[in-house]
């Protein structure tokens, strides 16, 4: 596995959700796909995104909890695991530290 991305764009403004909690960069690859690579910081509640386009993410760093879309329970993920949320969807991110992800964004 590779541990960098060769030939980006970067968007410079991050993204930043639920008052600082959730951080993250736009890459543009050389190919036209579109990343996220950010940081979800420790929360008692758990963080909910939606999503327009199918997002497959992978932790880099960390534990997290993750219930995606209408699922009733939460399930864990480790640090090299990956998790695919469908399009027009939505989950939510609860962690007790620090977490880094990188979110593939589908075309």
């Known amino acids: 596995m590779s541990t960098q991305f060769d030939f980006v764009s970067v968007r410079k403004k991050p993204n930043v959700h639920f ?3 959730s951080i993250s960069h736009v890459i543009q690859c050389e190919d036209g796909s579109q990343k ?10 758990p963080l909910t995104f939606e999503t327009h386009v199918a997002e497959h993410i992978e932790i880099v760093s960390g534990q997290c909890q993750v219930k995606i ?8 993920y480790y640090a090299g695991e990956s998790f695919d ?13 620090v977490v ?3 979110c593939h964004l589908e075309k």
């Open 19 to 21: 008052g600082g909690r």
């Open 36 to 45: 996220t690579l950010g940081v979800i910081l420790p929360t008692d509640q």
């Open 69 to 76: 879309g209408l699922q009733t329970e939460m399930t864990l």
């Open 85 to 97: 949320v469908p399009a027009n969807s939505r989950f939510s991110m609860m962690a007790s530290e």
């Open 100 to 102: 880094d992800y990188i």
